[in-house]
């Protein structure tokens, strides 16, 4: 492991939370799965870092099913979330994202907490994480504070993070009878590539096929991934046919503002995002139907 000057595993949600506020201003860096961080450390951008290691903390470390929610731990690697049969069958679409980040050597060591807080627009595990309507449990020298997932990425490497806080877990909604989400990327490559664009779906629709509830989150269109608005109030008390269906895509396609890159222009990107979200939206309410 690369050299840090202070290393510290803390065993508890209260040590860590001790040992955040005897920092004294030294700069802190949370170890989760450490793909990133270690990779950052390495290249010397970190040269006197206090490293706090989180995966010895049972609340980071959990995945617990409650009756009313769910609770991922932020350090829980990839592979035991997309190992998971109940999380396979609440949230389909949430282990679609995750299963996407990195190779099987990665997959034992990137988490829910690094993805989100490494800000990428382009993170695969973030939009069905926001699109879920889900909170995060956040530690700091303030103490603790719940805040929606959606308002933690601000820009391109930025979260709303505070000096010493890390994010300890993330709290889901139980999906409700008919509901049911989806993830669909696009990538030049079939693996281990960025997305040009991903989608998440949630919907819930009810017994005659009518959509009551939708939201739609689409990654690598925007600084952050943006939350598409438009595209549910296009979907909710409509039937979902293929007519709706074709128009949330269109509306979905003139959203955000790409960049032009190696992976594809702003206009592919646009188009991209439009297909991307029709198919989305398709499994998704396909996966509710057969969740009443």
Known sequence: MPSASTYSRPSSLDEALTLIQSTSGKALKILAGGTDLLIQMRAGLYPDTTLLDIKNIPETMAITIEPNQIRIGAAVPAAEICANAQLQQLYPGLVEGIEYIGSTQIQSRATFGGNLC????AADGVPALIAAGGTCLIIGPEGRRINPISTICTGPG??????GEFIAEFILPMPKPGSADAYLRFT???????????VAANLSVDADGTCTHAQVVIGAIAPTALV???VATCLIGQPLTPEII???????????????DKRGTSEYRHQIAGVLTKRAIKIAAERAKKAH
């Open 246 to 260: 074709d128009k949330a895509g269109e509306i979905a396609s003139q959203l955000g503002s790409p960049l032009t």
């Open 118 to 121: 490494n800000a990428s627009p």
């Open 228 to 230: 598409a608005s438009d």
């Open 158 to 163: 930025k979260t709303s993070l505070g000096q």
């Open 188 to 198: 030049p490559r079939n693996e281990m590539d960025i997305a040009v664009v991903g």
